[in-house]
């Protein structure tokens, strides 16, 4: 009885690799009273874990080297020691990478199992709630105005796609490579989308994404950084918003090779007049059921794709 | 019968200065129907006017070469020909820089002459209301959070800082100069002042800023950019709002020498859930009306002092 967990062996500089995680075995831990022993069958991988790996000041501690790396998880009830859950229950908690949880009742949450078990880790889970929110407090979707979002095709960009869609806004996708653009537009529904990876500067990914946006940008919705963000920000209109849910390009170091473009930048927030938030979605859990509510609502499965 | 006027003679490139302008004399206008001569005796000297003297894409249109220099003016009536202004009346317009201006009624305004007549220019005109529109739509301060601002002894910062004051935040100014920084804490009841001028590094200016908001920064009202900007973006608390109505030390030309700072801000923004929302006055002006009758209702010569 033994649990199979990945441990931080070290920290990376620049890029993760195999060589910074270790497979450990442990014995297989007891729940006590209040606690849910949960075996683990979906694991996440969401970029904010790159975060974690390192120590460098953020907005949550870092996973120290030698601990479980951290992350949310899907799994079956083995054994319960609380009243609110049964063996064979489907949750979904903070289980870390292993094979086997030991949880505190109140930090694990029931899920549907007539749905994917999956889903609760991308679209109905952290990630598709940090896209709903950031899209409805912060983006403020209009008729007719235009969306630009990267990674687009990840549980994030896919939810905004297609919520924006829904809100009568034009969508323009970026992805990496042309399977991932053949889906944004195909499953999720994007008017357009542009493969990054087809441009080698700033000024050809601008072209195509003005081409793909001719009425100029209303709402980027951040979650990349790098040169999406310096190719997308001259064309941001008046008044345009941007959510700032992720700096995707930059977790593994970002160059601050100059020319220094803060300046640009904040000449563009003044004369237009832009509106710029940082959300992190632990600040917005108390909005998670109307989440949950507004799928169930008649989106899942029709506007909205859950893979 | 003739009008002085101050025309743009050439677009400065850098700093502006007199061989910029040229003095003319031209012939009096006269008023056609719906319009009124106004005599003019104060002229506002404003830095978004920088921005005017530039050819560079902006938010309005710049001054022709050989046109009027804009701005906002405070004078008398001296011929009317609508029924809403009589001779001798004081009002405020877009004059320029003249010695007499024709304007239709509907862009005058009548003001209250048992108030010093510039005041319509600052506290109680555009510079005022833009603080009071930033800090309260966007700034939002809360009791015992920490406001800096810059420019502490102009009419937005001074507006500012009673305003943070009054709201019982605590108030930091920045000036240039002992007598300004006196001024500010003095007259304008800033709870400490830091003069600029008295470091020559960002390092040490974000020291002095540290020390006077030991608890972080909860609001920086933005109205210069460079060197404060700088300094003050690490002290900036989660949840921290930044509204930006000004950039004043970058309209003369920003240096764009490295290092690139922009990733490190949007770093700040994701990481610290900034609020970082531009505003250009003329969007407010439906506002006016209530920003005035706020400072009659007992804010005048009492909370906010009006130079």
């Known amino acids: 009885m033994v649990v199979e967990r990945v441990v931080l062996a070290?920290?990376?500089?620049?890029?993760?690799?195999?060589?910074?995680?270790?497979?450990?075995?442990?014995?297989?831990?007891?729940?006590?009273?209040?606690?849910?022993?949960?075996?683990?069958?979906?694991?996440?991988?969401?970029?904010?874990?790159?975060?974690?790996?390192?120590?460098?000041?953020?907005?949550?501690?870092?996973?120290?080297?030698?601990?479980?790396?951290?992350?949310?998880?899907?799994?079956?009830?083995?054994?319960?020691?609380?009243?609110?859950?049964?063996?064979?229950?489907?949750?979904?908690?903070?289980?870390?990478?292993?094979?086997?949880?030991?949880?505190?009742?109140?930090?694990?949450?029931?899920?549907?199992?007539?749905?994917?078990?999956?889903?609760?880790?991308?679209?109905?889970?952290?990630?598709g709630f940090t896209g709903w929110v950031g899209l409805n407090k912060y983006g403020r979707p209009k008729t007719g105005e235009t969306l630009v979002v990267a990674a687009a095709t990840g549980p994030v960009g896919a939810m905004v796609g297609q919520l924006a869609k829904r809100a009568g806004m034009r969508t323009v996708a970026i992805a990496g490579g042309a399977e991932k653009c053949r889906i944004a537009q195909e499953t999720f529904g994007f008017d357009s989308a542009i493969d990054h990876r087809a441009f080698d500067n700033v000024k050809d990914l601008r072209a195509a994404i003005a081409a793909a946006a001719p009425d100029g940008v209303d709402v980027y919705f951040e979650n990349v950084g790098g040169d999406v963000l310096r190719a997308v920000l001259p064309l941001l209109n008046t008044h345009a918003r941007v959510p700032v849910i992720g700096t995707i390009a930059w977790y593994e170091g970002a160059s601050n090779d100059g020319p220094d473009t803060l300046p640009a930048l904040w000449r563009q927030v003044l004369v237009k007049r832009l509106s710029i938030q940082g959300l992190i979605i632990f600040d917005h859990w108390n909005d998670f059921p109307a989440f949950l509510d507004m799928l169930k609502g008649g989106y899942l499965g029709k506007q909205v794709v859950a893979l």
Chains 1, 2 share one sequence.
Request: glycine letters at 12%.
């Open 10 to 127: 070290a920290r990376p500089e620049g890029s993760a690799g195999l060589e910074h995680f270790r497979l450990e075995q442990v014995d297989r831990p007891a729940p006590a009273e209040g606690e849910v022993l949960v075996e683990v069958s979906h694991l996440s991988l969401d970029p904010y874990m790159r975060g974690r790996m390192s120590d460098a000041k953020s907005y949550a501690e870092p996973v120290a080297v030698g601990a479980v790396m951290t992350g949310q998880g899907v799994g079956r009830v083995l054994e319960s020691r609380t009243e609110g859950f049964a063996e064979g229950d489907l949750v979904t908690g903070r289980t870390g990478w292993q094979s086997h949880a030991v949880l505190p009742a109140t930090e694990l949450r029931k899920i549907d199992p007539s749905l994917p078990p999956s889903s609760a880790l991308g679209v109905l889970g952290m990630p």
